[in-house]
């Protein structure tokens, strides 16, 4: 015998729509009515059609089965707590859709930010669902002046739910290390580009886009199912366009980043332990070695993976670490560097003061290096040290 607390009783009214507006039989019907988690039998439609069973409830319109019928595969049976949970995870993993497709979309330039934004968003949802599942209270709670506590509530009431940096810090967060690093390197970089210009920081920030999309990806595949995946959503995205290698380096050279930002960039990943940053939870990096095909069969491959330990693996090694030859500065390129990022007033002499006091030529500090003809060149990451301290002199 079927009940109210197997059926909705907005489902009983849409099964009557079935049976007063189309042609269907009963075994046609059910399926709109079954899920993976709660199947009904076919008796139920037979008690609905002759009238034994929920006589009361009315028909549902035309037009409502219409959108029904249009809509019914996004319809949950689900209810209460469990409900609230999908609706959650649902917005999480379309908010983490539409942060990739952005990204993918080369008709849109302002397409880091949007995807940091989103995809905070993201993560801020798939958390709540996570928490309200394990029964953790999520909301910000106030002290009051005789020292009670009280929910923390918005100006028009509502309560306040933790934000993404909250959801990592405390205790019951399951996520590995690399994954919350990753994570606060987002939300740094998401508070330092608020309503600011910030230049096009797509090639900057990149890797660590990547790796969170990933990280998501299984994370709430892991926590709420396979269904909830979203790389069965997308393909690898070719470049339509084809560059040679002296274009290519024009291309990224032109990338103009705000300073200000850069040095906030270098400074996240600066703080890091190497064994953060050379995990690709952290921090995804894909390279494309070019080469020419040598046996059939192989020119149909955009993508091969080569087994670690074997000839093609070393000799990819080799080229790699070649073409990795750090970028390196003598002091008057630094000064120049320095007044081309806006710092005038940045000389020789203010340059050997910060060198000074910051022992920057003491080989453990790794700032550069002295090479055979007895010159020290200065490394990328004392240029960024030069610049930090250019703008906290300015500020």
Request: glycine share 4%.
């Amino acid at each position: 015998m079927a009940s109210r607390d197997s059926l909705a009783v907005w489902e009983i009214a849409l099964i009557k729509a079935f049976m007063s507006f189309t042609g269907m039989n009963d075994q046609e019907i059910l399926p709109y009515f079954s899920r993976p988690g709660r199947s009904i039998n076919h008796r139920v439609i037979a008690e609905i059609r002759v009238g034994s069973h929920f006589s009361d409830v009315e028909v549902a319109t035309e037009e409502e089965l219409r959108v029904f019928k249009e809509r019914w595969f996004s319809y949950s049976v689900k209810r209460g707590t469990e409900r609230e949970i999908e609706e959650l995870v649902l917005k999480a993993r379309e908010a983490q859709i539409a942060a990739i497709q952005i990204f993918n979309n080369p008709a849109i330039q302002f397409r880091a930010e949007i995807y940091i934004v989103l995809s905070v968003i993201a993560w801020t949802y798939a958390f709540h669902a996570f928490y309200k599942r394990a029964e953790i209270d999520y909301r910000y709670y106030v002290r009051g002046f005789d020292g009670t506590k009280s929910i923390d509530r918005t100006n028009e009431g509502l309560e306040r739910y933790w934000d993404l940096s909250r959801c990592i810090e405390v205790g019951e967060c399951p996520l590995s290390e690399s994954v919350k690093e990753n994570l606060r390197f987002i939300i740094g970089v998401r508070n330092s580009i608020a309503h600011r210009f910030t230049g096009n920081i797509d090639l900057k920030v990149a890797s660590k886009l990547q790796a969170c999309a990933l990280n998501f990806n299984s994370w709430i595949a892991e926590q709420f199912g396979g269904e909830y995946r979203i790389d069965s959503d997308f393909g690898v995205a070719i470049q339509m366009s084809s560059f040679s290698h002296d274009q290519a380096k024009l291309i990224y050279a032109a990338q103009e980043v705000d300073p200000n930002i850069s040095t906030i960039i270098a400074k996240l990943d600066s703080s890091l332990p190497e064994r953060i940053l050379n995990d690709t939870k952290y921090a995804f990096n894909v390279l494309f070695v070019e080469q020419s095909c040598n046996r059939p069969g192989q020119a149909d491959k955009v993508v091969e993976f080569i087994r670690a330990g074997t000839e093609a693996a070393e000799e990819i090694d080799r080229v790699i670490f070649k073409d990795r030859e750090r970028a390196k500065y003598k002091p008057a390129q630094i000064v120049a560097e320095m007044k081309k990022r806006g710092f005038a007033w940045f000389n020789m002499s203010k340059h050997t003061e910060i060198r000074r006091k910051l022992d920057a030529k003491n080989p453990k500090n790794g700032y550069g290096v002295e090479l055979a003809d007895n010159q020290w060149y200065y490394y990328d990451n004392w240029l960024e040290k030069v610049s930090e301290h250019c703008i906290s002199a300015s500020e």
